[in-house]
C-alpha cells in the first residue's frame, strides 16, 4: 500500500486576475494511492486564502496511514484540499478495483455534459469588453469583479456580450455600500448571480437587503456545517471540492444545500481536469456549474476532460472515475 503526494505545474493560458491578486500557473498538488495493484488519483488546489499552502496541505496528507479508508478519512482531516485529493484518490482507486464507474458506486444516476461558465478575469473595462467580445458565443460568462469601481466593468462586459448569460463573483471585494449601489443595476443588465459580494466574516450585513438577483454564497460556505450561517443571507451555495474536502462531502452538502430551500452552484479553483472530474457528477442538475478550470490552462492531464457546445463532459476512466 501506498499514498503519495506529488507537486505539478500546469501554465495558463493567460494571466488570472481576481481582486486578491493575479497568476500565471495553476499549482496543484497529486495524490497517488497504490492497493492490491490498482492505482487512483485525485487533485487539489491549496488556497492561501484558507491558511493553505502547498507544503502545509502535502504534510497533511503524508501524515496519513497508506491503508486510509474513505470513511475514515472523514474525520482524519477536516474539510480542505488536503481532504479533497485523497478522498478523490480513493473513489478513483475503488472504482478501477471493482470495475464501476463512481456515479455508479455513489449511487448517482448515469452523468452527462453540463454547460459551464468560462471566467473573464479582473482587467481594465476596455480590456474586459474585448475578452466578452472575444467569448460572446459562449452562453454563460463569469466575470470577476471586487473592486468600489465595478460598474463600468460590468457595463462593458454587457456591451461586448449582449446576448450572453452573466454572473459576477466579487470575491468578497465589496462592502455594504457598494453593493447597495450596483444591486439596483443588476437586473437591468441581465445579471443572473452574484457571488460572495461581502467577506465571508462580514456578510451578516447582508441580512435585510434587497436581493434582485440571487446572491450565492462561496467563500462564507464549505461544507454542510456551514449551512444555518446563511439562512437569510443568501439563495444559493457554490460546492467546491477543494472547500468540501472531497467528493463524499461535497454530494452531502449538495443533498442538504437543497434540502434546505438553497440552489446549488458548483464551481472550482483553477486546477487540470482532474481536479474538475468529480466535480462533474456534483454538477449534475445543478443550476449554475462553473467549471471552467482546464479552459484557462495552455497545458492540462492526458486525456483530458471533453468540453464542446455541450458543455464539460464526464470524464474517462483513463482520467478519473
Not at 450572453?164 to 455600500?177: L, S
Amino acid at each position: 500500500m501506498s499514498l503519495t503526494v506529488t507537486r505539478d505545474t500546469f501554465r495558463l493560458a493567460q494571466a488570472f486576475t481576481i481582486s486578491r491578486g493575479s497568476r500565471t500557473e495553476a499549482r496543484v498538488l497529486t495524490v497517488t494511492v497504490a492497493r492490491a495493484g490498482v492505482t487512483g488519483r485525485g487533485e487539489c488546489v491549496p488556497y492561501a486564502r484558507y491558511g493553505e499552502s502547498l507544503d502545509s496541505v502535502a504534510a497533511q496528507v503524508e501524515a496519513l496511514p497508506a491503508g486510509i479508508l474513505r470513511a475514515e478519512l472523514q474525520a482524519a482531516l477536516p474539510p480542505g484540499a488536503a481532504r479533497n485529493a485523497v478522498d478523490c484518490a480513493l473513489w478513483d482507486w475503488e472504482a478501477k478495483r471493482v470495475g464501476k464507474p463512481v456515479w455508479q458506486l455513489a449511487g448517482l444516476a448515469a452523468p452527462g455534459p453540463e454547460i459551464t461558465a468560462y471566467t473573464l478575469s479582473l482587467d481594465a473595462p476596455d480590456r474586459m469588453e474585448q475578452a466578452a467580445r472575444d467569448n460572446a458565443h459562449r452562453p454563460l460568462l463569469k466575470i470577476k469583479l471586487g473592486t468600489p469601481d465595478d460598474m463600468p466593468r460590468l457595463e462593458a462586459v454587457r456591451r461586448g456580450a449582449p446576448d450572453a448569460r452573466i454572473i459576477i463573483d466579487a470575491n468578497e471585494g465589496w462592502d455594504a455600500a457598494v453593493y447597495t449601489d450596483l444591486a439596483p443595476h443588476l437586473r437591468r443588465l441581465g445579471v443572473a448571480l452574484v457571488e460572495q459580494p461581502l467577506p465571508a466574516g462580514a456578510d451578516d450585513a447582508l441580512t435585510g437587503l434587497a436581493r434582485p438577483v440571487p446572491l450565492c454564497a462561496d467563500e462564507s460556505c464549505h461544507d454542510r456545517a456551514s449551512l444555518p450561517a446563511l439562512r437569510g443571507k443568501y439563495d444559493m451555495v457554490n460546492i467546491k471540492l477543494d472547500k468540501a474536502g472531497g467528493l463524499t462531502e461535497a454530494l452531502a452538502l449538495r443533498d442538504a444545500a437543497r434540502a434546505e430551500g438553497f440552489g446549488v452552484m458548483v464551481g472550482c479553483m483553477v486546477g487540470s481536469s482532474l481536479a474538475m472530474a468529480p466535480a462533474v457528477l456534483v454538477a449534475q442538475g445543478a443550476a449554475i456549474v462553473d467549471l471552467d478550470g482546464p479552459l484557462l490552462l495552455a497545458e492540462d492531464r492526458d486525456p483530458p476532460l471533453r468540453y464542446d457546445t455541450m458543455g464539460v463532459h464526464p470524464p474517462a476512466p483513463e482520467l478519473w472515475g
